[in-house]
Structure formats: structure tokens, C-alpha cells
């Protein structure tokens, strides 16, 4: 990654936006709006906004439509509402902008708007207010344009907002997810950048945890059949929601189908998403699990020598699913945490590093990525635990640059017996220690 800096000053300067096609950049500085454009690949100094748009008045936010031909702006005028109010201008044929236009007090209120996006669509706008009431402070709201007026503004409710602040709302183009700043209760910081999803919509795209044939997770000693834990994890309390993709197309959320078409030996592969319910969370909290031939016992048993092979720190190779192909362990490198942490530590970013060096050597080398936990805690916590360690890892891969089609498998291994003083009684914590891991397996194919 190359950080290119744009032209800057000794004056305060912030991003405030970006335009949905990524070519022009709007700058908070001096009390009002800058832009700078990208042309060829490099970005233009920073030029203040047209006066006949926002004159010498204070204005902090900015989002522009798809077309780039509408801005919606937040501005203190001596005509406003109340403090800051949202207003627009449109571009002419000329380039230059209208006059600003005051949206009108169905949108502004006595009090502050703030942080105005505009949809893709240019029909929804989402702001936040701490004047039309809700939940605390600011909270987000949206409104709609019918061609002639806008709708009255209406809250998004939780766990979008809190009794404390909650802005700048920016959601996907598809509006499936997005992001949100709030300072609300259980944060790292004063405001802290939260993603949501919408719980009736599955995301497959993300990572998973693998169940094979007829056990559970392939580090478990269970003779559970896969539909028997759909059946369990669908009927837990704890489930909002259960998501199943059927050889890699099908999406269905009925249990008794997923049954049907497992006992008729039509399903190859099938992938899950659990949603757990969340009574007050801003995102959508979910575990992926993936269950390759169910009704397969060979290949049970081939993931099994596979799973044996990663856990024994001496072997040198394995078999994967694929009959007939083997991979060899080159380099396997350890990443330690904190107890109770899906946090990386200084030293785990350097263990990281090297091994995104090794595999930057060798295109052919491939990576499986293997959290653990120790045993404080249930085991459904700490499977739970594993999987956001091998997660974050896998992230930190991709930040140095390491394609995700490399990164083979992601597994969580749950709690971990690396010593056998640990059998039938409490690790010790130097041992604990050691448990609390993730390890980033390099393979190439022979």
C-alpha cells in the first residue's frame, strides 16, 4: 500500500467525503469545503467551493450524488432553521454550481443535522439530527423525495441508533450493509466506527469454519451427524436466523429442505450461516460453517488425517480434499494472544509479516490459517473465540498483500491440548499462554 498525500497546508484538514465514483475528494478546512480531483493518478491541490454555493458560512459535511450533479451539504446560514441545516445546490451546464438551497423545515428542524448522505438512486437522504427527537443525542434518520417534496424524516430505530450519538451514517450502493459512527456505551473510544447488516440477508462472502461428513468441526470427537447439529444450532435460542447455501447456489432458510435434499444425496456442499440474536448490536452477528459431502465417509475420513496432520507440529505433509494431490508444509509460523483477545499484538504483526514474506517468495505456496483458545471459559465461547483470532489474521494476510484465493482454509480449533500435564486437570498459565494461538500453516502443492 502507497499512501499518496495530497496537497496540504499548516491549517486543519480533514476528509469529509468521497465521491461514489472516487475521483473527487471534499476537505474540511479553514470552516468550509475544499475539493481536489484526482487527474491522471495524482490529486489536484485542494480549491475552496464555489462562493455561490456556501459564501463565507461554516459548513462541515458533504455528499454528492452518483451523477455529480447534486450536493447536499450541512451549513450555518443566517437563514437556517435552526443551527446547521442541510442544504443543496445543482450543477449547471457550465460547471458552476446553483445558488444553496435550504431543503426545507419537513428535513431541518431547531435543532443540528448533520453528516447528510445521499442514496445512489438520489431519492433517500440519510442524515442524523438532535432535533426531531428518538432514542439520545443525534440520532440517524431518512427521508425520501417523491419529485416535488421530501417525507417526513424517519428514524431507523436499533440498534441503528442509542442513547448517546450516532452519525454518519454510509451504507452500501445495494444497501445491505454499512457503516456508522456512534460514542455509545460498550466502545473502545469516544466514537467508534460501527458495521451493520441486515439480518434477513445472508452473506455468504465470508469466511467459515469447516464441518466434514458426519462430525462436527473436524477437531471434535462427536459421532453428530451434520443436519443433527443444523438441527441443534436452528433450534438454540441463542439463533435469530440459519442461512444454507446448497452446492454453491441454492439459498434457502427452511431446515426441513436442507434435510430432504441431504437424505437424497443431492448435496455436495453445504454452507451455513448462523445469525445470533443480538438485542441491542449494530451488526449482524454471524458464524459460517462449511459441510463438504455430508453423506461422505471417505471423505470424512481423509479431513480427519488432514486435521491430524495440522495439529501434529513435526508432520510434513497431508492430504487435502482433491484425490490424488498432496501439499507439503514449507514454513508454519505462531501468532500468540492475550487472554480473552482477538487483538494482535506488536509481535503478531511481525509473525504475520514474515509469513506474508515467505509467501510473496513462491506464488505456488498456498496458506491455511488455524485459531485456537485455552480452556478458561465454555467451549462454545472459545470455538467461537478461535474463529475471531484465525479471522483477524487472515485479514492481516490480506493487508500485506496476500490474495484471499491463497489462503486455502480458515478453521477454528477451539480449545487446544498442546501438553499432556493439561489432561484432566487445569493448564497451568505458562501453558494457557501457549494455547492461546493461531497458526499460519504455508503449503505447496506437489
Known amino acids: 500500500v502507497q499512501a499518496q498525500q495530497v ?3 499548516k491549517a486543519h484538514e480533514s476528509i469529509v467525503s468521497l465521491s461514489p465514483d472516487g475521483k473527487i475528494l471534499f476537505i474540511y478546512k479553514l470552516g468550509t469545503l475544499w475539493r481536489s480531483d484526482l487527474v491522471n493518478d495524482k490529486w489536484s491541490a485542494p480549491v475552496q467551493i464555489g462562493k455561490e454555493m456556501i459564501s463565507k458560512d461554516y459548513v462541515n459535511h458533504v455528499s454528492i450524488t452518483e451523477d455529480g450533479k447534486t450536493i447536499y ?24 454550481w446553483t445558488n444553496a438551497e435550504n431543503i426545507g423545515d419537513v428535513v431541518n428542524s431547531p435543532g443540528n443535522e448533520q453528516s447528510p448522505y445521499i442514496s445512489a438512486d438520489g431519492k433517500t437522504l440519510y442524515f442524523s439530527s438532535n432535533g426531531h427527537g428518538g432514542f439520545g443525542g443525534y440520532d440517524i434518520f431518512k427521508c425520501t423525495w417523491n419529485g416535488k417534496k421530501w417525507s417526513k424524516p424517519e428514524n431507523m430505530g436499533m440498534p441503528y441508533n442509542s442513547i448517546s450519538d450516532d452519525v454518519f451514517f454510509c451504507p452500501k450502493k445495494d444497501l445491505t450493509e454499512g457503516f456508522f459512527s456512534s460514542n ?19 452473506s455468504f462472502d465470508q469466511s467459515d469454519v469447516v464441518i466434514v461428513g458426519k462430525k462436527e468441526n473436524l477437531d471434535a470427537s462427536t459421532t453428530k451427524s451434520t443436519m443433527q447439529w443444523v438441527r441443534e444450532q436452528s433450534s438454540n435460542p441463542a439463533t435469530e436466523k440459519m442461512f444454507f447455501r446448497i452446492n454453491g447456489n441454492e439459498i434457502t432458510d427452511d431446515v426441513s429442505k436442507v434435510e430432504k435434499l ?28 462449511t459441510a463438504i459431502d455430508p453423506t461422505t465417509d471417505a471423505m470424512l475420513a481423509a479431513n480427519n488425517a488432514m486435521l491430524a496432520n495440522n495439529m501434529n507440529n513435526n508432520s510434513s505433509s497431508t492430504t487435502n480434499s482433491n484425490p490424488g494431490t498432496t501439499t507439503t508444509v514449507e514454513k508454519k509460523f505462531v501468532v500468540y494472544f492475550d487472554f480473552n483477545s482477538k487483538e494482535l499484538t506488536p509481535d503478531a504483526y511481525g509473525q504475520i509479516a514474515k509469513a506474508a514474506a515467505q509467501l510473496k517468495q513462491d506464488e505456488k505456496l498456498n496458506v491455511e490459517v488455524t485459531g485456537y483458545a485455552d480452556y478458561k471459559g465454555s467451549a462454545g465461547y472459545n470455538k467461537n473465540l478461535s474463529y475471531k483470532r484465525a479471522n483477524v489474521v487472515k485479514k492481516q494476510l490480506a493487508d500485506n498483500d496476500i490474495k484471499k484465493k491463497r489462503i486455502k482454509k480458515m478453521v477454528a480449533g477451539g480449545e487446544l491440548e ?11 498459565e505458562e501453558q494457557n499462554a501457549k494455547n492461546r494461538r493461531v497458526e499460519i500453516i504455508i503449503r505447496s502443492a506437489q
Do not use: H, W
Request: aromatic residues 12%; glycine residues 10%; charged residues 30%.
Open 7 to 9: 496537497e496540504n497546508s
Open 73 to 96: 451539504y450541512t451549513s450555518e446560514k443566517k437563514n437556517s432553521t435552526g443551527n446547521l441545516d442541510i442544504y443543496k445546490a445543482e450543477m449547471k451546464s457550465d460547471g458552476s
Open 184 to 202: 455509545r456505551k460498550g466502545g473502545i473510544g469516544s466514537y467508534d466506527i460501527y458495521r451493520y447488516f441486515f439480518a434477513d440477508v445472508p
Open 262 to 289: 441431504i437424505a437424497e444425496g443431492k448435496v455436495k456442499k453445504l454452507e451455513v450461516e448462523q445469525v445470533e440474536k443480538c438485542g441491542n448490536c449494530a451488526y449482524k452477528n454471524s458464524n459460517f460453517y
Open 418 to 428: 498442546t501438553d499432556a500435564s493439561c489432561i484432566g486437570k487445569p493448564c497451568e
